[in-house]
């Protein structure tokens, strides 16, 4: 019954501790990934306006050194866009992140078109086309899509921290358990090694005595044995015969 014991705990320790753990690495898995979804749209949304600014203000002044800065980002807006999107974790999400690179796509398209036009000192052109309809609803689809694929991640973490919760709790309630569970098993055992302990010192009470009896008895057969003898050679014995 104490091996029983003894393996029931161990295998009661063995599950909530892999539990534990699992949900630990869980929660650091989330908190790493809220971390890059973070840092992702906070570049997407420094670097998409770094580049409008770059484009609108090459198109104000005519000045072409805005256009290399424009250069110096337009790489990385792309690399942090492609970044964001793989955070989402949705592939139905992917139709709503295709508008949105088509939309962006049609940006950079006209942001060109217009360092184009400042190279050939048609500002005024070049400031037309960053205020145009076209350019303001590309710029409004782009926003709008991205503000869906953020709600979307949100939502996914917040899945995610509501899953994380749901199995600390059970966690907790199954570390609950199993401590309660081996107290009680425990007990039960020491119980029963207490009983059998008292039914050791009872038998090795009683054999204790009924040794000491067998050897009085046998000491008192050994006394009679003896008297008995020595009246069998005595001369009276003999006489009465």
Known sequence: ???????????????????FIQSLQEAVDHTEYVHKVE?????????????TMAAKMAAQSGDLAWEQRY?????DLQEQLAALTALTRDAGFH????QTALANAR?????????TLVEQNRRAEAQALLHSAAYDEDKCTYIE???RLYDRITRNLNATHHHNQTRATLCLGLSAASILLSIAVWVFVLRLVGRWWRQEERYRHELIAHATQLTQTNQDL???AYVASHDLRSPDASGSC
């Open 1 to 19: 019954m104490l091996s029983v014991a003894v393996l029931m705990t161990v295998i009661l320790n063995t599950a909530v501790n892999w539990i």
């Open 39 to 51: 840092s992702a749209r906070g570049q997407v949304i420094y670097l998409d306006e770094a580049l």
């Open 71 to 75: 250069r110096v980002h337009e790489a």
């Open 95 to 98: 139709q709503v992140t295709q």
């Open 107 to 115: 940006l950079v398209e006209m942001e060109n078109r217009a360092f």
């Open 145 to 147: 899509g991205m503000d």
């Open 222 to 224: 050994d006394e009679f």
